[in-house]
Structure formats: structure tokens, C-alpha cells
């Protein structure tokens, strides 16, 4: 017996028209649609904002490792955990303008720089937006990622000509509590709120597989989606599990999961560069193609993500090629 599907339409009403709309239930109803109309809606959305085999190509390297202070249960560089990892200083200019000649040379078109801080030093920011002009210089967009910032220090870094700003949500604000508990989610939002103020473009997204439930990821994108505007740049983590941290052995998320919150992410930030970002070390070349079908249009290239292991350049770019992708002009 066949049996025919309901247009998607009939499912789940359309996008809002002004940002603030999107409920969890919105997009808990987007979570549950059959895949395969899931991807369809996520595909046709993406096409109307986006070269649709176009890939945004970013590179990202700590410029400082290990030590911080905050307790997130999945970091490695948390000082509350022993996973081994050594404690280091920030790292030369030299060090850096190497590594983004590098990614520059692999085809990564923005160059991120990460410091595990709670929230950077004066001394911290003169280095480091010297390091945003060297970068610059190369002709590269810049990304950091510093922890908290206090008045005055975005403006600070958009003046040294930094692009975008990392700060992630996380989690949702129902499941946050369980992860972390050293910082607030309103500690998070306010930073967010310097940055956009400081006319900066915001990169914030979240992670998944921490041993959430599906409603509490659909209230993670709700979060991202309801930010006035909402990110430029949403990088979707798949929990890397590091021995020593809270959540090693915690369940792995289903893969076909991970491809529904890309998707939805897609529907709901329709002009933001999805990216791919922590786990696919471990993605087959198959699922990430199910990405980039859902709405990915965003990667981290490069050997490493900060301290866990990342698909060397070479894969990717084998990877892109076999399915007819190619870096995102400038």
C-alpha cells in the first residue's frame, strides 16, 4: 500500500517574519518531520540565499592552551579536569602569521584564533589584536574566541580590524546548568550583545551530543534564531568526548540527528554560514555529504580544533571535489 506525504506546508507553518518569532515549539515541530522533507525544506532555503556548492572555509588555532578557569564539562582546557593537557602561555606572533600562511595556503579564506580565558586581560588584548593587524595584513578575515568581554574590549578588536567574534551558547538555557556553572548564560548573552554593539559580526552557535534532549536542542536554535539580528556565522559542534571531562561516555548522538540540527539551523537563520565544526574527525564522508545536503555551507579546515583532531586539508579537499564543492569566493 502507498501512501502519500503531506506537503511539508501543511506541517509546519512558515518562517516568522521578524526576528523574536520562532518558538521551541516551532521548531520542535521542524525536528520531527520525516527526514527526507526535513532536508527537502532545509535544501530549497539554502538555494535562495546561497551559491548551493559553495563551501566558506575556515581555519582555527589556540593561541592559548589550557588552564582556564570555567568548568564546562566537555572542555579539555578547563583546569577542574585532568585530561592531560599541559597548561601554555599565549604563543609568539610568529607562531601565528606561520600557521595563517598556511591556512592560506590550504584555502582557508578566515583565520580564528582561540585563548582559554574567562575573560581577557588588558595585557591579553594588546597582543592579540596585534595578531588580528599581522593576520589581517595577509589579506585573511579574522575570528577570535577570548572568553567573556568587559565594556570597551570589542571595540577594542574591531579597531585592531577583527571581522567576527566567537561566543558560543552552548546549550540551551534549561540543559545549561547541568554543563557549566561557572558562567552564566546571561554572562553570555551580554557578551554578545558587546559585540554586536562594537559593529562586529557575531559567530555563535552550540554543541550537541552532551546527553541532551531533542526539545532541549530545539531551545538551543530557538536561542540562536532569536537573536536580533542572528549570527552570521552558527558553528554546529558535535561533542568531542576527551577522557577526564564530565561527559566522557556519554551516549554518542545518533549521526542522522546531527543532520536534523543542521537542517533546522538552516530553516531558521536561512542567511547565516552554517559550518561543520568540532566531530567531524569521526563524520564518514557520507554523512557530511547529508550535511551539506541539509545546509552546511561551512568547515573548519586544518589538522586541529583547538586541542581534538580535525580532517587534514587534503581529505577535504579530496572530499569536496568528489562531490563538485568549491571555497566560497570572497
Request: hydrophobic residues 40%; contains cysteine; charged residues 20%.
Amino acid at each position: 500500500m502507498h501512501t502519500t506525504s503531506i506537503p511539508v506546508s501543511d506541517i509546519v507553518r512558515p518562517a516568522p517574519a521578524i526576528a523574536g518569532a520562532w518558538h521551541s515549539s516551532d521548531i520542535q515541530a521542524l525536528f520531527a518531520l520525516p527526514l527526507m522533507d526535513l532536508l527537502y525544506r532545509a535544501q530549497q532555503i539554502h538555494r535562495q540565499h546561497f551559491d548551493a556548492n559553495a563551501i566558506q572555509l575556515s581555519s582555527l588555532l589556540s593561541i592559548k592552551t589550557g588552564g582556564c578557569p570555567e568548568d564546562c564539562a566537555y572542555c579539555p582546557q578547563s583546569a577542574h579536569y585532568d585530561t592531560g593537557l599541559t597548561a601554555d602561555k599565549l604563543i609568539p606572533l610568529d607562531d601565528v602569521l606561520q600557521a595563517a600562511r598556511a591556512a592560506q595556503k590550504g584555502g582557508a579564506q578566515r583565520f580564528c584564533m582561540g585563548a582559554a580565558w574567562r575573560s581577557p586581560k588588558p595585557r591579553h588584548l594588546d597582543a592579540v589584536a596585534e595578531m588580528i593587524r599581522a593576520v589581517k595584513a595577509l589579506g585573511m578575515e579574522t575570528c577570535v574566541t577570548l572568553g567573556m568581554l568587559h565594556d570597551g574590549q570589542a571595540e577594542k578588536l574591531k579597531a585592531a580590524g577583527l571581522d567576527y567574534y566567537n561566543h558560543n551558547l552552548d546549550t540551551s538555557p534549561e540543559f545549561y546548568g547541568q554543563i557549566i556553572s561557572t558562567r552564566t548564560y546571561q554572562e553570555r548573552l551580554d557578551t554578545l550583545d558587546r559585540v554586536r554593539n562594537a559593529g562586529l559580526n557575531v559567530c555563535c552557535g552550540g554543541i550537541v551530543g552532551l546527553g541532551e534532549s531533542r526539545d532541549q536542542r530545539a531551545s538551543l536554535i530557538a536561542q540562536l534564531a532569536n537573536l536580533d539580528p542572528y549570527p552570521e556565522s552558527v558553528p554546529i559542534n558535535n561533542l568531542v568526548q576527551v577522557q577526564g571531562t564530565p561527559l566522557a561516555g556519554t551516549e554518542a548522538l545518533d549521526p542522522f540527528e546531527f543532520v536534523r540540527t543542521i537542517a533546522v539551523a538552516r530553516i531558521t537563520m536561512p542567511r547565516a554560514h552554517v559550518r561543520l565544526s568540532a566531530g567531524r574527525e569521526t563524520m564518514s564522508d557520507t554523512l557530511q555529504a547529508l550535511c551539506f545536503l541539509a545546509g552546511a555551507n561551512s568547515l573548519f579546515c586544518g589538522e586541529m580544533l583547538l586541542t581534538t583532531s580535525n580532517p587534514q586539508v587534503q581529505a577535504d579537499q579530496r572530499l569536496m571535489k568528489r562531490l563538485g564543492l568549491y571555497a566560497e569566493a570572497k
